[in-house]
């Protein structure tokens, strides 16, 4: 049974948006998906589906959220291989110096990353900015919250897309990878 990893946007910042990863964990089942994990506090979570694409799983668990939770987030579904995909593909792990410094964006229509040239406009060097085929990669040299374009990325330019940082992207594939049998490891309340 295929495994997937579903990111969700903006939630467990500051007071607003939250939403328990016990809660979350126990929505998913609900759905009918199996083997589901979460990771960190910050909307991580495994899960097998035996059925569905990827953008159906995205509207199911955002609509169940909303519905549940009383929660609007967007929410983006990743294959296993997808996510496989994007940790192979990222030209600047090797380049950065601090993994929680270089950000992953994910959407779930890779045709919305060809739409990010306005954050590419924001990027000053040391920084570098990079669109892959199935994510695009921010490399934030002197700090997330010291960019720019790492701030557009996690404010209004970046609503159709997430973000997670390398070092949450390793732990992520980590997760995933897993074989069958082996219990998943849950973090998060």
């Not at 994990?37 to 909303?66: D, E, M, P, W, Y």
């Not at 990079?130 to 209004?156: D, Q, R, T």
């Not at 594939?173 to 998060?188: C, M, N, T, W, Y």
């Amino acid at each position: 049974m295929p495994k997937f990893v579903a990111l969700l946007r903006g939630i467990n910042v500051g007071k607003a948006k939250r939403v328990p990863m016990a809660d979350l964990r126990a929505l998913l089942t609900e759905l009918g998906y199996t083997d589901v994990a979460t990771l960190l506090n910050s909307g991580n979570a495994v899960f097998r589906a035996t059925r569905g694409t990827q953008a159906k799983h995205a509207a199911n668990i955002a609509a169940a959220i909303s519905e549940q939770l009383k929660v609007e987030v967007p929410v983006i579904v990743k294959s296993a291989k997808e996510l496989s995909d994007i940790v192979g593909e990222n030209p600047l792990a090797g380049q950065a110096s601090n993994h929680s410094h270089l950000l992953v964006v994910f959407a779930q229509d890779n045709a919305t990353l060809s739409g990010l040239g306005a954050v590419e406009s924001l990027v000053v060097s040391p920084e570098q900015f990079l669109v892959g085929k199935n994510a695009a990669y921010l490399n934030c040299a002197a700090g997330i919250l010291e960019s720019k374009a790492g701030k557009a990325l996690l404010g209004k330019a970046g609503r159709s897309v997430t973000t997670r940082n390398w070092a949450t992207i390793l732990k992520l594939q980590a997760l995933v990878g897993k074989p069958d049998g082996q219990s998943f490891h849950r973090e998060g309340r």
